[in-house]
């Protein structure tokens, strides 16, 4: 069992960066995949990134590759996003997501936190 708590998430002006922190508890987090999704209004929850349980495997959407970046530190239990150069398009609830298979479909991911609300001014 797996839970996962997101935070960073906050209102910023387009251009600008946020950090999101996925905070997981119990001891086989670092055997679990972990994903970033996002759903914003009125739209299904899309795939941003996702990294593999040791770390050196990461995949973007293309929409945020070259902008976003993922990263894990295991022995914290905690995923990153680092979001830079963001746009009002970027908005959305951002949610973490833990699974045995590294994919990009939410379907594959067993665990989910709660979303963290990210707002993009123009």
């Known amino acids: 069992q797996v839970q996962l708590v997101e935070s960073g998430g906050g209102l910023v002006q387009a251009g600008g960066s946020l950090r999101l922190s996925c905070a997981a508890s119990g001891r086989t987090f670092s055997s679990y995949a972990v994903g970033w999704f996002r759903q914003a209004p009125g739209k299904e929850r899309a795939f941003a990134a996702h990294i593999s349980e040791n770390g050196e495997s990461t995949n973007y959407a293309g929409s945020v590759k070259g902008r976003f970046t993922i990263s894990r530190d295991n022995a914290k239990n905690t995923v990153y996003l680092q979001m830079n150069s963001l746009k009002p398009e970027d908005t959305a609830v951002y949610y973490c997501?833990?699974?045995?298979?590294?994919?990009?479909?939410?379907?594959?991911?067993?665990?989910w936190g709660q979303g963290t609300q990210v707002t993009v001014s123009s």
């Open positions: 997501a833990a699974g045995e298979r590294l994919a990009s479909g939410p379907r594959w991911y067993d665990y």
